[in-house]
């Protein structure tokens, strides 16, 4: 019973690489978000999908891009690292129906960008 | 600008002791509100509050709505260590996006 399944869990990045995060759930589910969260601040809505093929920008999209070339997928980039990007980030997926908005989160990937 | 704010955004407590953490919210087309709670990884859900004045619980803890004044609280009876978490506060409008506008969180800890 996977779930949300977030790959890597753990990364350093010098400032200026790129990297791709990956997000992939099993339930289903029409729609995908990315949250990155700081101390603090709470979680920051960065990208989201409402299915597959579509995406479109959050609260901080600046300096990502994202892709959701599968229903069951929804990749997150980072062109250019930068140290303010160092931060958790947390994927999720939901279905809305009615009045439910519940959404489930994978386990976090932390980046460290040098 | 919708928002969330959490209060408090940290707090202490001894075991066995009984805490209130508060979340109001402005949002557009309110639709939901959503507490979670996060020890070291993931968001776990508790409860989704949709209608005013209907009290959720489940074991320790109860979390009610109130729509016309704009708050939600979250309330745990007889904290144990296990309750030492981050808390977080999300509400979600009637958009057909399903976005969550999430609170700073409230960190509890709970002393033995």
Request: glycine letters at 8%; one cysteine or more.
């Amino acid at each position: 019973n996977a779930g949300v399944t977030q790959t890597p869990k753990f990364r350093v990045l010098k400032t200026g690489q790129s990297m791709t995060l990956l997000c992939a759930q099993d339930m289903n589910h029409e729609y995908m978000y990315w949250y990155r969260q700081d101390p603090g601040m709470g979680l920051r809505l960065i990208h989201y999908s409402v299915g597959e093929g579509t995406t479109a920008k959050g609260e901080v999209p600046d300096g990502y891009n994202v892709s959701r070339l599968k229903k069951q997928n929804f990749l997150l980039g980072l062109e250019s690292a930068a140290p303010s990007q160092t931060s958790v980030y947390f994927c999720a997926s939901s279905y809305v129906t009615g009045e439910n908005t519940e959404a489930f989160f994978g386990q976090g990937t932390r980046l460290t960008v040098v | 600008e919708d928002k969330v704010v959490q209060s408090p955004l940290s707090l202490v407590v001894h075991e066995g002791d009984t805490v209130t953490l508060n979340c109001s919210y402005e949002v557009t087309n309110f639709r939901s509100l959503l507490w979670y709670k996060q020890e070291k990884k993931a968001p776990t859900f508790l409860f989704m509050l949709t209608s005013s004045g209907i009290e959720k619980k489940s074991g320790r803890l109860s979390s009610i709505l109130d729509k016309k004044e704009l708050f939600s609280i979250l309330n745990i009876t007889a904290t144990q260590t296990g309750d030492s978490a981050v808390y977080l506060c999300a509400v979600g409008n009637s958009s057909n996006t399903g976005k969550l506008i999430f609170g700073q969180g409230t960190t509890l800890q709970v002393k033995p």
